[in-house]
Each structure stands twice: as structure tokens, then as C-alpha cells.
T-cell receptor, first 109, second 114 residues
Framework: RKEVEQDPGPFNVPEGATVAFNCTYS??????FFWYRQDCRKEPKLLMS???SGNEDGRFTAQLNRASQYISLLIRDSKLSDSATYLC??????????FGGGTRLMVKP | EAQVTQNPRYLITVTGKKLTVTCSQN?????MSWYRQDPGLGLRQIYY???????DKGDVPEGYKVSRKEKRNFPLILESPSPNQTSLYFC?????????????FGPGTRLLVL
């Protein structure tokens, strides 16, 4: 089983839709969690950190469920510009940030 | 401008010809690392460094070397490249090695080994 897993998609949604991605992790000792956005083979860029209490940044909401060992990303009112690959990343007690394989989102007009 | 830079951005080489991909950051970050990204396999860490002269293996270190003689630079060395090292490579840095630190990526180096 991979340490961090994501549904690769693609998720094809119309503009204005709400879409949610999940990411599961296997190490219960994982300490911090992040969502990154990656455009077409460019470098990943941090979208948001994921806190235990959940956090929101505009149309984006991230949640953490430690009991079930997953994090989620909710995007409301999808825009064409949201089309990208979304990577979750998990940092364990060690020094390595482990990434999921990414979920591809395509927002259509 | 705070950034991580990599050179070259694109490289085509032949099996066995030694190459170095440079990485430099101007943010005085302690922690630097190298990843490779392959379809279906995602981002996998090759090596990382917690500070000058301190390096350690990531998930896929075979066939690679690194050095950290200066804080700002973290070159990736392929002594004898093979076709299975054809990939997209990213250098990354973060301020420290605490688990909450945000990581910043360079623009990537596309390597093709013939």
C-alpha cells in the first residue's frame, strides 16, 4: 500500500460546480499535511496547509480526519483556472515530505 | 525575488555521460531536497539535506549523488546516467526541517537519457 494515495481522476466538472478530493495516508504518526497545485508539468506550488480544525481560503476548504487518516480539499464555484493537478503531501516525524500521485481536475465551460 | 533556480531546464544526454543539475536558493533555507516525477508514480524524493555537509537518502537514491558544500546550493549528480533516469526533476527548499515548514520548488529540469 502506498504511503499517500489519491484518486488520479480526471475529475471533469462544469464551471461553478463544487468538487471534493480525498487523500489517504497510512502513517498514523503523520504530523502535518498540505495541498499543492501543479499546472501542466510545472513545479508544484503550495495551495494550503491543512490544520486539525480545518481551514478555509476563499473558495477552498481543507479538512483533516485523523481517525480515518485522510485529508480532503473542497473547491466551491469552480473556475476554468482551477484546472490543474492537486497533490496532497504528508510530513511524518522524520524529515521527508511524501506526496500522493495527484488528482487531475478539468473544469469545463 | 525569493526563488529556487535549477539549471539546465532541459537536457538530452546519452547513457553513461556524467551530468550535474544545479540547484540554488536565495532564501537562506536550511533544508533542500531533490525529487523526480514520473507518470503514475508521482513525486519521489531522491536525496535531502538538512544543512551544509548533511545529506541523506530519500526513497529513490540509487544512481544519484548530491553534495551540500554551501547553504544555497544543492547539485544533483548522475555519474553514469541510464535511460530509466529519464524524468522530470525538481529541487525544493524549506526554511528548516520542522514538520510545519512550507516547501518551495524550483521550475524543474526535464532530462532525457538516450
Amino acid at each position: 500500500r502506498k504511503e499517500v494515495e489519491q484518486d488520479p481522476g480526471p475529475f471533469n466538472v462544469p464551471e461553478g460546480a463544487t468538487v471534493a478530493f480525498n487523500c489517504t495516508y497510512s502513517n498514523s504518526a503523520s504530523q502535518s499535511f498540505f495541498w499543492y497545485r501543479q499546472d501542466c508539468r510545472k513545479e508544484p506550488k503550495l495551495l494550503m496547509s491543512v490544520y486539525s480544525s480545518g481551514n478555509e481560503d476563499g473558495r477552498f476548504t481543507a479538512q483533516l480526519n485523523r481517525a480515518s487518516q485522510y485529508i480532503s480539499l473542497l473547491i466551491r464555484d469552480s473556475k476554468l483556472s482551477d484546472s490543474a493537478t492537486y497533490l496532497c503531501a504528508v510530513n511524518n516525524a522524520g524529515n521527508m515530505l511524501t506526496f500522493g500521485g495527484g488528482t487531475r481536475l478539468m473544469v469545463k465551460p | 525575488e525569493a526563488q529556487v533556480t535549477q539549471n539546465p531546464r532541459y537536457l538530452i544526454t546519452v547513457t553513461g555521460k556524467k551530468l550535474t543539475v544545479t540547484c540554488s536558493q536565495n532564501m537562506n533555507h536550511e533544508y533542500m531536497s531533490w525529487y523526480r516525477q514520473d507518470p503514475g508514480l508521482g513525486l519521489r524524493q531522491i536525496y535531502y539535506s538538512m544543512n551544509v555537509e548533511v545529506t541523506d537518502k530519500g526513497d529513490v537514491p540509487e544512481g544519484y549523488k548530491v553534495s551540500r558544500k554551501e547553504k544555497r546550493n544543492f547539485p544533483l549528480i548522475l555519474e553514469s546516467p541510464s535511460p530509466n533516469q529519464t524524468s522530470l526533476y525538481f529541487c525544493a527548499s524549506r526554511p528548516g526541517w520542522g514538520t510545519q515548514e512550507t516547501q518551495y520548488f524550483g521550475p524543474g529540469t526535464r532530462l532525457l537519457v538516450l
